[in-house]
């Protein structure tokens, strides 16, 4: 198990109710975590949603470490 | 010898005394053509500080007319002004604060047929508009004719602020190469967004555009900066050009202003060619339907605060981002009229309960907005 911290925004933060948690994990990837809490509080398919770890965009396979800091950021179109 | 008159020089004084700008710089602000798409909430603050900065050629790009409900952000207009065209009240408005500027008005919407043509005549464009549509072709068109997109854009207690520059960094298809399915993102008119947020990203945009004028500081190339007024925070988050982008990677696959529906897709599911080609119900039908019992159960989608300003009895509530969750309330094999604000969301959510088998839907025209239009006068207008 690893201790990420997740933060979601926009329509993510609506879904999952707040803006962000520490959440004991076993994924092994972004993709894995983002899987994991799309059940918990059906999240839209990540096709349309960006991740990133530690203030870096990065791809749905990169690896998760403990203490991570993991951002989800769908687009938001507002003017 | 200056090309500033003397009332300029007093008037960018503030300005000229730092060594960062001096009268060169003001000189570059005088020369610069800048874009503005869309002057509702970010393009109001944006548009005040790039005509008092004295950028000396101001496009507006905007067909909207003045509404009592954009005032609560838009400072650009005045109580006074509700009902008429933005493009014209802009322009007085920006003229009166500065009459040394030249406003370049294009009434109507940029479209993939006027697109190239409008920003080939800017050195930068600035995306203040409020749809997705429009935000992709911007992006594309910029890359297309090597123009920088400042971009920003707000959703309730949040914004997000870039400078696109495919000519030496990422663009916003490398960041989001496709728009969002519908359901994902609530519609403008739809979202709500705290007055002060486009406000401080349209100043934070009016920031990035004078910066890359004067070519100074670190612009915002390569970085999503994330604004959450809630917690006041601001962080930013870099990222790099997508090798497979469509429009700005090594084989682009759009070379061309592309009409958004055509790309987007989000008929694919339904078989549906277009939004407009739903099933959609008036007020006045519907209401004649109710009578013969031919309705079906009303679903409202709106979020729980929007119950409490208007409401039309009987109806079920189910918001929109809950719809998800709690379909299994829903019996496919019923009849559902859909209802929201003005018609967006219902939109998204027929899209959804089609994908999960539902195919007795129709959506209210117009929404509640229409409701009320049509003198139902227990309803206000929000
Ligand atoms: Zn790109």
């Known amino acids: ?32 975590l983002y899987a994991e809490l799309e059940g918990r509080y059906s999240f839209p398919a990540l096709r349309s949603v960006k991740v990133a770890i530690n203030d870096e965009f990065c791809p749905w396979d990169a690896p998760l470490s403990p203490g991570d800091s993991v951002v989800f950021i769908p687009p938001v179109a507002g003017g | 010898m200056s090309t500033l008159s003397r009332d300029e020089i007093l008037r960018y004084s503030r300005h000229l005394v730092m060594p960062e700008i001096t009268l060169a710089g003001q000189e570059r602000l005088k ?38 409900s954009n005032i609560q952000r838009q400072i650009l207009y005045a109580t006074s002004d509700v009902g008429r065209p933005k493009i014209e009240v802009a322009g007085s408005r920006l003229g009166a604060l500065n009459p040394g500027i030249r406003i370049v008005p294009h ?34 068109v910029c890359v297309l004719t090597g123009t920088p997109d400042v971009y920003a854009s707000v959703f309730r207690f949040e914004g997000q602020l870039s400078v696109f520059d495919a000519r030496r960094g990422p663009c916003y298809r490398c960041l989001f190469p496709e728009p969002p399915p519908p359901g994902l993102v609530p519609a403008c008119a739809d979202g709500g967004v705290l007055g002060v947020l486009p406000g401080i990203l ?8 004078i910066k ?11 970085r999503l900066l994330l604004v959450e007024a809630l917690a006041t925070s601001f962080r930013d988050i870099r990222f790099g050009k997508s090798a497979g ?46 009578r013969a019992g031919e309705a079906g159960e009303l679903v409202d989608l709106r979020d729980t605060p929007e119950l409490a300003i208007a409401a039309i009895p009987g109806a079920r509530s189910l918001p929109l981002a809950d719809l998800p969750a709690r379909l299994h309330e829903l019996d496919s094999a019923r009849h559902y009229t859909l209802c929201c604000h003005r018609g967006e969301r219902s939109v ?20 509640i907005d229409a409701w009320a239009e049509q003198g139902d006068g227990r309803v206000a207008r929000y």
């Open chain 2, 107 to 140: 009434a109507g919407k940029l479209t993939a047929a006027n697109a190239a043509g409008i920003i080939r005549d800017y050195d930068i464009v600035a995306d203040a508009s409020d749809n997705f549509p429009t935000r992709y072709l911007v992006n594309d």
């Open chain 2, 31 to 68: 020369a610069a053509r800048v874009l503005c798409v869309g002057a509702g909430g970010l393009g109001s603050p944006l548009l005040l500080y790039l005509a008092a900065a004295g950028v000396g050629t101001i496009g507006v790009v905007e067909y909207d007319k003045v509404d009592l």
């Open chain 2, 212 to 222: 890359l004028i004067l070519g100074i500081g670190e612009p915002l190339v390569g």
């Open chain 2, 348 to 367: 998204e959510a027929f899209y959804l309960l089609w994908k999960a088998g539902f195919r007795r839907l129709d959506i209210l025209d117009g929404g």
């Open chain 1, 1 to 32: 198990m690893a201790k990420i911290r997740v933060q979601y925004f926009a329509i993510l933060r609506e879904r999952a109710g707040r803006a962000g948690e520490e959440i004991d994990t076993v994924a092994a990837t972004a993709g894995a």
């Open chain 2, 245 to 290: 982008c469509a429009v700005c990677g090594a084989t682009p696959t759009v070379t061309a202003p592309v009409d958004y529906e055509a790309f987007c897709g989000i008929d694919t599911a339904t078989g549906r060619s277009a939004a407009h080609d739903l099933p959609r119900v008036s007020v006045t039908q519907f209401l004649v339907r109710q």
């Open chain 2, 202 to 209: 349209g100043t934070l945009q009016a920031l990035e555009v």
